[in-house]
């Protein structure tokens, strides 16, 4: 089943989405890394994602630049 959310319509609500992938992002890494070192996949501490989430914004903003060369070269091809 496929679910489709709501559309993101104001600037508001694409500042929330994005703390919110920033979040999920820095929450990755940080297991990313705990498996990797093999330690305790524990609740990152508030320390451990404040380090981890310049990585992930600099992640998700690689990711929005593809988004939008993406969305250019579609509209050259149409």
């Known amino acids: 089943m496929h ?7 104001t600037r508001e609500q694409a500042a929330q989405e994005r703390e ?3 979040d999920l992002i820095a ?8 498996g990797a ?4 996949h524990t609740e990152p501490s508030a320390e451990a994602l404040t380090k981890a989430r310049p990585v992930a914004d600099d992640y998700l903003a690689a990711y929005e630049e593809w988004l939008v060369k993406l ?3 579609n509209a050259q091809k149409s």
């Open 3 to 9: 679910v489709s959310p709501d559309p993101i319509t």
């Open 20 to 22: 919110t992938l920033l």
């Open 27 to 34: 929450r990755g890494l940080h297991c990313a890394a705990a």
């Open 37 to 40: 070192l093999g330690t305790d």
């Open 71 to 73: 969305s250019a070269d």
